[in-house]
């Protein structure tokens, strides 16, 4: 459960704060989707007669915290970054279908910086440019693509 839970937190934008899970920090643009998540895994495991509670704190950001919450997001976001620039680097081009995932991850990465950025005040600023080299990668791809077949 643990492993599908830190995912989960990473599709929200959050991060856990412990590799193997039981403590995550969740952005406030995605907390009610992860307070339903919450409720599901509890009556799963209600349902198959276990016990299990997922407690959803708020607490406040004192800097210590932010700066903890801050590093795991940022080395979240260069490990997708990293997956994608493999991506990027393959000598065969990409498809339509696999492009519109690629920019649509670019977008996510993004929205999810900015949103770290506001939220814990630290600045972002090697994801977002990793994200714009990115996104000049591809277009530099298309273009050969485009003038070379």
């Not at 895994?41 to 903890?68: C, H, I, N, Q, T």
């Not at 990409?94 to 005040?121: F, H, K, M, Q, W």
């Amino acid at each position: 459960m643990s492993s599908f839970l830190v995912r989960r937190a990473e599709e929200c934008g959050g991060v856990s704060l412990r590799p193997s899970g039981g403590l995550y920090w969740i952005p406030p643009s995605h907390e009610a989707r992860w307070s339903s998540l919450a409720k599901a895994v509890e009556a799963s495991y209600e349902a198959a007669g276990a016990r299990s509670k997922v407690f959803v704190l708020a607490p406040g950001m004192d800097p210590s915290y932010a700066a903890a919450v801050a590093l795991r997001a940022e080395e979240r976001m260069h490990g997708e970054l990293d997956a994608l620039s493999e991506k990027l680097a393959s000598p065969k081009p990409l498809g339509t279908r696999a492009t519109r995932a690629v920019n649509s991850r670019l977008d996510r990465i993004l929205e999810d910086a900015e949103e770290c950025e506001r939220v814990l005040g630290k600045a972002m600023a090697s994801v977002t440019e990793r994200v714009q080299k990115a996104r000049g990668a591809r277009a530099m791809g298309a273009v050969e693509e485009l003038a070379f077949g």
